[in-house]
């Protein structure tokens, strides 16, 4: 980390600093390019604190420029026209190409009173060459390591970054209590997988509680008391359980992968093991495929489930394909409308409905 503690720069002449520290960083590459082709990391971000001391010289800066140890972001700080600070960030490549991983967007570790960001990017291949742009400017996408990090590319246009994909600019999502919500809602909007759940599960802060655990687990492998937890939760969220779809457990699938990091691959057998059961309807009896079994049996815990603390609306809003999140007094009839729907091509005939079924259940 480099800081600059300056108190009446503006940013004009900030950059005017970046480019001079380019220059002389050019120059020198030029005469032992192959001492700079294994300076990657911090090693060059050493070489740019040096240089940017020595051309702050006789400009506000001055005595300003210090490198920070720590995980901090970003690498070099400067002051902002009302005494707040910006900076740059330093990265590095040995591929011959202007991408690589970013900071976190929760942007825990920012230095406190940064406001404008730039990046100065070394790739370093022969022939070696840098660039500086605008940090927000080349932030075209995010991954998932250990937690939300941006993408970065220096060739990115202005439509390409990330904030133009999801309407809002980078100091609006970093000032936001939730910054990964927008970009969770952009990829499920977009996503074009045919389920619900292929994306990244994520909170929406970095004090995530719920993380999914290193080691992956099988569902046949959990307890008889797990199984039936996580079955009440594909019937209350994924409704397409009770349709004819071949596909309907995908989405189902792809949650517990992501969410829990359970692996289910043969998720129908939970659900249609033993092919049809008896049930009892407005008092008298059916034959019915055995999903329709699990839904009467469990109708009172998918009613807790939906109006406990645990139910998540935005999720909700989004597996049902809902124009609004519900709310704890609308759910449960929303979920009842969802699964009669779903469940019509396979009860039409049998003389009563899915709403019949629940209804009698109810607490």
Not at 133 to 138: I, L, V
Not at 292 to 310: D, V
Not at 343 to 362: N, V, Y
């Amino acid at each position: 980390m480099i800081v600059s503690t300056a108190r009446n720069a503006n940013e004009n002449e900030f950059l005017n600093l970046l480019d001079a520290t380019k220059h002389e960083m050019e120059e020198r590459t030029q005469k032992d390019p192959s001492f700079f082709l294994t300076q990657k990391g911090t090693l060059l971000e050493q070489h740019v604190c040096e240089v940017m001391n020595e051309k702050a010289s006789m400009t506000p800066f001055e005595g300003g420029i210090e490198k920070i140890s720590g995980q901090k972001f970003p690498d070099i700080v400067a002051t902002y026209r009302d005494n707040g600070l910006f900076g740059l960030e330093v990265k590095t490549t040995t591929q011959d190409h202007w991408t690589t991983t970013g900071s976190s967007i929760f942007e825990g570790t920012r230095v406190p009173g940064v406001e404008s960001i730039f990046l100065f990017f070394a790739k370093l291949v022969d022939p070696i060459e840098y660039r500086i742009r605008r940090y927000e400017d080349c932030l075209y996408d995010v991954a998932v390591t250990h937690s939300p990090r941006y993408l970065i590319d220096m060739n990115a246009t202005p439509e390409q970054t990330i904030f133009s994909k999801i309407g809002c600019t980078y100091d609006e999502l970093r000032n936001s209590k939730t910054p990964f919500r927008p970009i969770r809602e952009y990829y499920r909007e977009t996503s074009t997988n045919g389920n619900k759940a292929d994306v990244w599960w994520c909170s929406d802060d970095d004090e995530d509680t719920s993380a999914i655990p290193i080691q992956a687990k099988l569902f046949n492998s959990m307890s008889c008391g797990e199984k039936r937890s996580y079955q009440v939760k594909a019937m209350a969220l994924f409704p397409e359980v009770f349709g004819s779809s071949s596909a309907k457990y995908y989405s189902f699938v792809f949650w517990l992968v992501t969410r829990y990091g359970i692996v289910y691959p043969n998720a129908r057998d939970e659900f249609s093991a033993g092919g049809q059961r008896d049930i009892v309807v407005n008092g008298s009896q059916f034959r019915v495929p055995k999903v329709f079994y699990h839904l009467q049996n469990n109708t009172p815990a998918i009613q807790r489930y939906l109006t406990g603390s645990e139910i998540d609306y935005s999720d909700v809003k989004y597996f049902w394909d809902l124009s609004h999140e519900p709310t704890r007094e609308d759910i449960l009839q929303l979920w009842i409308e969802q699964v009669d729907s779903a469940s019509k091509p396979c009860l039409e005939q049998l003389g009563f409905t899915a709403r019949d079924l629940i209804e009698e259940k109810l607490m």
